[in-house]
């Protein structure tokens, strides 16, 4: 190895663990909050248009854990194998790993770009719109659909760098990505008159730019992996292992989708505000959620790393490490939240029956969603190290397997609550489960682990 490769290994390998994690988390944490922030800004700006253009915004957001799930993928896939062939210094297997991956991700998106745009009607009716709601939802997801490349292969741009212990690469092209985005939303939306079009032109240059910020270090070889199309695999078992070892994360997100479009489909019930206030509160979560899941980011790399090197103590301290600062930072801000939930949901609109539905849905999240560490954690631990059949398990179990059913069965039984409180019990009944599977894997190590 080069000396540049040397001393990455020396700090993957050697620097304490807490230190490491946050070290990799923190730049994480700050790409993952911005992120959330102009996905919230999007959802603020087009609040003020109107209710069923605020209720678009929640369909679309579906569609875009479509994208995101591709994108994941294929960034956690190949990510994973990346660290790991990187901590037993087998640079070269690493690069065939990110060629191909980036090129899977863009024919990925390139495809359901396609898809979407000659057939945006019953792709929308299948997100969970309403008539009233269609219009608005077409013209937004229409912008999304062509930013479609562009955010699958961001996702594995970005997996990349931070599996290779490069976050603050990947914190730059995301950032501004996100404050590019916010700053168009209102000029497209008010000063040029678009409306719903101004912020879905706002997302897709925003995407188009950030991509390409997140390409350069590669190109200009500041990272040890290299993406060129010379690296493409002809071995189909490398296209298996990416799209395995991914899995867990094509599950959580599609599964999130298919349970935000649940959401859509039950609220449509009760009218297009209980839409828009899932909607307003959806955003809500992933943005509190955001500053622990920056953190736990930060993990995935440090854990694979120091699996592929053979240094399971340190497996251990990190998972431990980052599930109770991840409990802890939830754990305060949700409590904030509780207390100032009506005014939360007031910043968006002001209408009574969204008010009420809003905040009551924001109250049952707050109360819950500090367990989702757990789970997440749980399934990143799985994910990173290649326990491919666990990390699926815990991933769709945090994402779908429970509250699919939940928000089937709950609203025959309390109504609108039903729909409230599905979300957050299935964090609860999650983490809940994830606990015995990690402690029986940490068993399995042994007197295996190595400091």
Not at 43 to 52: G, P, Q
Not at 111 to 120: D, R
Not at 356 to 376: E, I, K, N
Request: charge should be positive; glycine fraction near 10%.
């Amino acid at each position: 190895m080069n000396e540049a490769e040397n001393k990455q290994y020396e700090k993957m390998t050697q620097t304490p663990v807490w230190r490491l994690v946050l070290m990799l988390g923190l730049p994480t944490t700050v790409s993952m909050l911005i992120t959330n922030i102009y996905n919230t800004a999007d959802t603020f700006y087009v609040s003020k248009i109107s209710v069923s253009a605020s209720g678009a915004t929640g369909i679309v957001f579906a569609l875009m854990a479509i994208l995101q799930a591709f994108g994941f993928m294929f960034g956690h896939g190949a990510g994973s194998n990346i660290s790991r062939l990187l901590g037993a210094r087998k640079v070269e297997h690493a690069n065939i790993f990110a060629s191909t991956s980036v090129f899977l991700a863009l024919a990925a998106g390139a495809a359901i770009g396609i898809l979407g745009l000659l057939f945006p009607e019953p792709l929308m009716r299948l997100l969970g719109s309403t008539d009233t709601i269609l219009q608005e939802a077409k013209i937004y997801g229409t912008f999304i659909l062509i930013a479609g490349p562009a955010m699958t292969v961001g996702c594995v741009l970005n997996n990349i760098l931070r599996y290779e212990g490069r976050a603050a690469f990947a914190m730059v092209g995301l950032t501004t990505g996100g404050v590019l985005n916010m700053m168009l939303d209102p000029v497209f939306i008010f000063y040029c008159h678009m409306g719903i079009a101004g912020a879905g032109l706002a997302t897709a240059l925003s995407q188009y730019i950030s991509t390409v910020i997140l390409l350069m270090p590669f190109l200009k070889g500041k990272t040890v992996t290299r993406i060129r199309i010379r690296y493409i695999t002809r071995d189909i078992s490398d296209v298996k292992n990416i799209m395995l070892t991914g899995l867990p994360s094509l599950a959580r997100q599609g599964l999130n989708s298919i349970s935000t479009t649940l959401v859509n489909v039950q609220a449509a019930a009760y009218g297009d505000a209980a839409i828009a206030a899932m909607s307003i509160v959806g955003r809500c979560g992933n943005l509190l959620f955001s500053f622990a899941l920056g953190i736990a980011q930060g993990f995935q790399p440090v854990c694979a790393f120091n699996y592929g090197a053979e240094k399971y103590g340190r497996v251990k301290k990190a998972t431990w490490f980052t599930i109770f600062m991840g409990m802890g930072i939830l754990g305060v801000l949700c409590t904030g939240c509780y207390i100032n939930a009506p005014a939360i949901v007031h910043l968006f609109r002001d209408e009574e029956e969204i008010l009420q539905t809003g905040t009551g849905a924001l109250r049952w999240l707050c109360g819950f969603l500090f367990v989702l560490p757990v789970s997440a954690v749980g399934s990143m631990l799985f994910q990173s190290i290649g326990k491919k059949g666990r990390a699926l398990f815990i991933a769709s179990m945090q994402s779908g397997l429970i509250v699919i059913p939940l928000l089937l069965v709950l609203p025959h039984f309390l109504g609108l609550t039903g729909i409230q409180v599905a979300q957050p019990m299935a964090y609860l009944v999650s983490g809940i489960v994830t606990v015995p599977v990690v402690l029986g894997f940490f068993r399995e190590l042994g007197s295996t682990a190595r400091n």
